[in-house]
């Protein structure tokens, strides 16, 4: 079974800044795209950014500038650094790691597995 194991949430002040990591099992994840998603409370869980396994990040409008998406595939990590942080930005935030592979008998598959979530809060 493959785990996702997110870390680095916390409390921080508006202004602040907080790095989010990423594991997921070593065998899957040079063949996998990675995405950080939020979700705040009595809202969607919406995207923040994502990075392929190429290493093309890409991100929603609001946090571009301020937050960086990077993939450390040696560590089978990926981080989210999040700089100028906005009380907006609190939220549970949710790690996705979508495995890309090829099947012998059905063809292309894209499997989706998600962490538990690590609680991220800006406030003063």
């Known amino acids: 079974q493959v785990q996702v194991v997110e870390s680095g949430g916390g409390l921080v002040q508006p202004g602040g800044s907080l790095r989010l990591s990423c594991a997921t099992s070593g065998s899957i994840f040079s063949s996998s795209a990675m995405y950080w998603y939020r979700q705040a409370p009595g809202k969607q869980r919406d995207l923040v950014a994502s990075i392929s396994t190429g290493g093309m990040p890409n991100y929603t409008d609001s946090v571009k500038g301020r937050f960086t998406i990077t993939r450390d595939n040696a560590k089978n990590t990926v981080l989210l650094q999040m700089n100028s942080l906005e009380p907006e930005n609190t939220a549970v935030y949710y790690c996705?790691?979508?495995?890309?592979?090829?099947?012998?008998?059905?063809?292309?598959?894209?499997?989706?597995?998600w962490g538990q979530g690590t609680q991220v809060t800006v406030s003063s």
């Open positions: 996705k790691v979508v495995q890309f592979g090829v099947s012998m008998y059905d063809g292309p598959y894209a499997y989706d597995y």
